[in-house]
């Protein structure tokens, strides 16, 4: 099993940013991929941004350009940089990871205000 706790969200201005740290525990050695999703009431859980353990990055097109990816491997800590914040990104943030199974973190609220 692989537990993910999440921190770094909270309430920021348009054009702010934030950071996202999830940190993994447990069966960590197995792990082929970690992301971040995010999800607002009655919306689908939508993808964000997902990283592989070769270093591939994937991001959704609405955050390309904006927020970044990375893994700590040594801390089995994954980060989302998120810059230049809109409105439109308040939502909750869900930690995830792979390892053929499929583990989520207990998710973080972020919101951008106008």
């Known amino acids: 099993q692989v537990q993910l706790v999440e921190s770094g969200g909270g309430l920021v201005q348009s054009g702010g940013s934030l950071r996202l740290s999830c940190a993994a525990s447990?069966?960590?050695?197995?792990?082929?991929?970690m992301g971040w999703y995010r999800q607002v009431p009655g919306k689908v859980r939508e993808s964000v941004a997902r990283i592989a353990n070769g270093g591939t990055t994937n991001y959704a097109d609405s955050v390309k350009g904006r927020f970044t990816i990375s893994r700590d491997n040594a801390l089995n800590t994954v980060y989302l940089q998120m810059n230049s914040l809109k409105p439109e990104d308040t939502a909750v943030y869900y930690c995830?990871?792979?390892?053929?199974?499929?583990?989520w973190g207990q998710g973080t609220q972020v919101t951008v205000s106008s």
């Open positions: 995830n990871a792979q390892d053929g199974l499929t583990y």
């Open positions: 447990g069966r960590t050695f197995r792990i082929y991929a």
